[in-house]
């Protein structure tokens, strides 16, 4: 028996159904130009556009987050041959997601349900999957997908039964390693409220506040996690040279981050010492509450009397999760404490972590920013960057485990809560000599633990 399909007017009022805006945008403009005559229609046709390119113009922020992702899904849909009848019946069909029925010989093509597309560079296609299909056969169809859909890779999730979502990645952003910019000589010209980091994929620089912030940044080793505690160290060299900003380190690995001795605050890479200085940045927090209730201050202002307190954690997981009982012990005594109250005292912690698991990452909520390299796992990434970010577009353990690829990684955007392609710049070891040469001062305090 021949495959046999639906009558084309069967199909033409199935689709109208399914896509009422296509039928009701027309029919409003005949109504109006028959109500209302051309020229006004014409008018009100100008004042649309004219107001949508206000919008873009005057507040650029907003029209990406709400406009842009609206006119790009449009776009992907509509003009993009991809997800047009024919070509994504082909390529279905030629990546086996088709069913014909072997009764009637009717060919059931995966119906998209709707397409998302957060960001320039990713879009998400949510499709209906079909009876007898499962989610593995869509994702051991995922590599031949991205061949037919023109993209560089797709993921696979499921949403709800029955429904599925392909993250539909179309290029890399990042090509070229990003250079930091020069260290700012006067503490003056730094702004701890708008910290560089480096790009984003919109090709916009990528920033952070970091006064009364903490970050998280987690990746599997050789993803680049110190990238952005580079970033923020160099923002802060001239403050620390001045007094203004003290740099706690804790270093379990006592790699890379030993550079920062000479200028550390306190330094710690023992299971003892590490304690000694996540307890005494706890202390120190407490004197500062003292000292902000003394002056009848509310809010901490950054001073030589009151300066920025920075607690960098180069393994987060080996101190609060599998390191050594009175390791993790002592310091998830006022970790806790610390990450929930130092910010208004201006205490701020910088984490990284290699794998991040619920028990690792001590009350996610409470980093501002949080950072997702490139991950092991799947599971990684709505448990750094929260529920369903991997399903936005945060792919982050597919970005490929190649030199090429480290510091490129994931952040959400704070307004619109959603996912966006990052990459930090990279200090370099003269980058990172120069750093330390700057913020190097007469430290006559040094209350280094571990030395
Ligand atoms: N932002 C970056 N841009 C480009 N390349 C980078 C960047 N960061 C790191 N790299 C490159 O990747 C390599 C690995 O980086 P690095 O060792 O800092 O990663 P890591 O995540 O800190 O690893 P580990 O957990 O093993 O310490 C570096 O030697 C460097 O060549």
Redesign the pocket.
């Known amino acids: 028996m021949g495959k046999r399909t639906q009558g084309w007017e069967w199909r033409v009022a199935g689709w109208a159904a399914r896509h009422p805006g296509f039928v009701a945008a027309p029919a409003a403009v005949a109504t109006t130009m028959a109500q209302l005559g051309p020229v006004t229609t014409g008018g009100v046709a100008a004042g649309v556009l004219a107001a949508g390119v206000g919008w873009y113009r005057g507040h650029p922020d907003s029209w990406a987050a709400v406009a842009a992702p609206q006119l790009r899904a449009l776009r992907r849909r509509w003009l993009s041959r991809a997800y047009l009848g024919r070509w994504w019946s082909r390529v279905t069909e030629e990546c086996g997601l088709v069913t014909v029925n072997r009764r009637t010989g009717f060919v059931n093509v995966p119906r998209i349900v709707r397409i998302r597309s957060h960001s320039p560079s990713t879009e998400t296609v949510y499709v209906r999957l079909l009876l007898g299909q499962t989610v593995k056969l869509w994702e051991e169809a995922a590599e031949a997908l991205a061949v037919g859909l023109n993209a560089e890779r797709v993921g696979v999730e499921r949403v709800r039964s029955q429904v599925i979502a392909l993250i539909v990645q179309r290029s890399e952003p990042f090509t070229e ?2 250079v930091p910019p020069e260290i700012a000589a006067d503490a003056d010209a730094t702004s701890l409220a708008n910290v560089y980091l ?1 790009e984003t994929e919109h090709d916009t620089d990528w920033s952070a506040p970091l006064i009364g912030q903490h970050w998280l ?1 987690s ?10 505690t580079w970033m923020a160290l160099r923002a802060c060299a001239p403050l620390i040279r001045d007094g203004l900003v003290r740099v706690h380190v804790v270093n379990p ?1 006592g ?2 981050l030993n550079a920062l001795r000479p200028v550390s605050y306190r330094y710690a890479e023992t299971d003892r010492d590490i304690v000694e200085v996540v307890a005494g940045f706890w202390e120190t927090m407490q004197a500062r509450k003292k000292t902000l209730a003394e002056q009848g201050r509310r809010t901490f202002e950054l001073s030589r009397e009151t300066p920025l307190d920075l607690l960098l954690i ?2 987060l997981g080996a101190v609060t999760g599998y390191g050594d009982r009175s390791l993790t012990k002592g310091v998830q005594s006022v970790l806790p404490l610390i990450l929930s109250q130092a910010r208004a005292l201006g205490g701020s912690v910088i984490g ?1 972590l ?1 794998e991040p698991t619920k028990d690792v990452i001590p009350q996610r909520d409470l980093f501002s920013l949080r950072v997702c ?2 991950a092991t796992s799947a599971g990684h990434v709505d448990m750094v960057l929260g529920d369903d970010m991997r399903r936005r577009g945060a792919l982050a353990d597919e970005i490929p485990n190649v ?6 990684g994931f952040v959400v955007k704070q307004r619109s809560r959603t996912p966006m392609r990052v ?6 070891d003269s980058d990172i000599a120069e750093l330390v040469r700057v913020a190097g001062w007469p430290h006559t305090e040094l209350t280094t633990a571990g030395r």
């Open positions: 390693v990003i480096g940044v990746g599997a080793t050789g993803s680049g996690k110190n990238s952005v690995k790699t890379e180069d393994e990284a290699q390299l490139r030199a090429d690829s480290a510091g490129i990459r930090a710049a990279y200090c370099d």
